[in-house]
């Protein structure tokens, strides 16, 4: 049978003769954007620069498929780069002719600079959390000597680049909070460095360790170095492009080069493992967490750190569940895992007596999923999800409830940090009309106190959230979450925006957009569906969602957008849809699908090639939701879906507007360019088609504050004009009556 993407035809790209170079391909495009800009009235069809076009045919399981824009996969070409300029272009005068996007920007930035805070963990009496201001590019870390002292800054990472592109990646402080072990890592990399500071005098030690990814910093009881996972050194010129092999772990010991960092566990019989470690409660054994790719399944193995050459111990040795290490208590480990639990449980192992038939289960299986437990006060705190939000609830150490902990309302709860003896911890809280509020939680007396509090230019009073249920096509009950303005009237024509991600076991919990606030400002509706492939209700609804069950994610997000059409939210010509990265898949498999169903929609970062995404970076890791290519079964069912495979000749697809980072490691950008340059070719009638490139942008998480801001402006400009809808002077005062 013949392998995935073997090529069986090719020829020449279909450019005037002379121009094939990247320089000619460039003057080429030059001389259209030339026509197009003389020509160019904003109420006419958009021209768009001609995408050359190849023969190329690969063969899947006896399949041949097309792959016409092969060649925009190769980001460095001089002729990808002209068409990224060409698109750019096209885009830029598209979003500048908007009239409301100056005054949306505007608006974002009041609303984004407010101060943000992190929840605070604790080390012998000191306290460090992050802030940003709403100002800087990046948060800052701050540390107190006390609760009641005034903090300063520990860690500011903004002064380290001047476009904000440097971040802290990982970070972690030794027991006795004399000592900070912090990753940095550049905005377009998953590379981390890492260094040494002393809390007491914010100056760092000589420490330098490179080539980390993956890592965190364990540190041992002795306060002496530090567990952290690097893979080798990869080839000159290759870091961001080589697929990384072999991870390891190592000890560093604070003071000495990192070449007499110690070797401590490697498996050069499994190079697609990935290998961190971490430190148990009392110090005394390390634990070694292995995984594999996006499975959810993990390894764990542990050793004995009073005993030199201690062997490691193979505790639990099948990537047959999810086992995460809570505590311990002498030889007995806690456990958070889903084995025989698919909505998760805590067991009790004996490492001395470590056969499955001695574990012991502590905190019995819920109804509803268990997402994260910690030991604190000698009490576990135990989050749950219910229907996507989250309660949490606290056991004694033999699993007898003691309270649940009263949360300020139906949102996201998130941190619950600390260590066995703390009598504290401290809770982030949102909702979608609430920002991020820290508290802080007595233990003891069950008591919850205001910690940070955020101040933003709104009254959430003026808005309202709530969770409905809807039946998608095989009649599954899945739950929504909608939030706008008050008063809203159910006449069909609210402007609506429906975002979703459904996958890899990811909950889509309420949290605070100020984005989204922006919008419902606007008089918009802002909808969320829990979508199979999700972690809402464990690990059954997320395997519902996955490999050759995949569609069932796409019928959920249909299905939501019918019952808000059919509720009378919105209408098709008034709903937009959006969605990031797995949920740029789902936004490209939804508009190929229904293209009648919606008024524009916005994928950013999408995997939209499902035959090659294992081709690219990390890709390969995704195979565990996805499916792989090589399988005949599972190419049929992506071949199905695929976004860029689905696009048609002669259908009116919705206004779009493709959003990625041409510095995008992790979902690399060609799956934007071909399904953008695959679109335009196909799309009939007048409804634009557009992407917006951010140079030097990665995944997300790198961007900076001001970057944010501007795309979401240009997004929500996008859907001014394509939905029509109407933006009040003030937008803060509510939309036009």
Known sequence: MPSRGKTVKTSGMTIPAGWATGEGVARWVGVLLVFLFAAHVPAAPLVYPTTVKTNQVDDYHGVEVVDTYRWLEDDKSAQTKAWVEAESKVTAAYLGQIPERKQIQERLTKLWTYEVYGTPFQRSGRYFFFKNDGVKKRGVLYVADSLAAEPRVLLDPNPLSTDGAMRIS????????????????????????????????????????????????????????????????????????????????????????????????????????????LVAGDGNYLGIWISQGSYLRNRFYCQDLRETGAPV???????????????????????????????????????????RANWREVIPEAAEPLTNVRIINNQFVAVYLREGYNHVKVFALDGTPVREVELPGVGSAYGFSGKRADTETFYGFTSLITPGTVYRYDMKTGASTVFREPRLDFNPGDYQTYRVFFLSRDGMRVPMFIAHRKGLKLDGQNPTLLTGYGGFDISQTPEFSARNLAWMEMGGVFAMPNLRGGG??????????????????????????????????????????????????????????????????????????????PKFTIGGGWIGDYGSPENANEFKELYAYSPLHNLKPGVKYPPTLVTTGDADVTVVPAHSYKFTARLQECQAGDAPVLIRIEPGGDHGGGNTTAKVIEEAADKLGFLVKELRVKVPADMKGGPRQ
Not at 201 to 230: I, V
Not at 559 to 587: C, D, H, M, Q
Request: one cysteine or more.
């Open 313 to 355: 111990v193979e505790l639990v040795n099948d990537f047959d569940a999810m086992y995460r290490f809570i505590d311990n208590d002498g030889p007995l480990f806690w456990f958070l895992t889903d084995w025989q639990a698919p909505l998760s449980r805590v067991v009790a192992i004996d490492i001395r007596k470590p056969e």
């Open 170 to 277: 990982g970070m972690g402080a030794s027991d006795d909070g004399k000592l900070l072990a912090y990753g940095l890592s550049a905005t377009n990399s998953d590379w981390q460095e890492w260094k040494v500071r002393d809390v007491r005098t914010g100056a760092d030690l000589p420490d330098r360790l490179q080539w980390a990814k993956f890592s965190g910093a364990a540190w041992t009881k002795d306060n002496r170095g530090f567990y952290y996972s690097r893979y080798d050194e990869p080839k000159a010129g290759a870091k961001l492009t080589e697929t990384n092999q072999f991870h390891k772990l190592y000890y560093h010991r604070t003071g000495t080069p990192q070449a007499e960092d110690k070797l401590v566990y490697h498996r050069p019989d499994h190079g697609d493992w990935t290998i961190s470690g």
């Open 536 to 613: 809402e209700y464990g690990e059954g609804w997320h395997q519902a969602g996955t490999r050759v069950r995949k569609q069932n994610v796409f019928d959920d997000f249909i299905a939501a957008a019918e019952w808000l059409i059919a509720n009378r939210y919105t209408s098709p010509p008034k709903l937009a849809i959006s969605g990031a990265s797995n949920g740029g898949l789902l936004v490209g498999a939804c508009m190929t699908q229904r293209p009648e169903l919606f008024g524009a929609c916005l994928p950013s970062a999408g995997v939209m090639d499902m035959l090659r995404f």
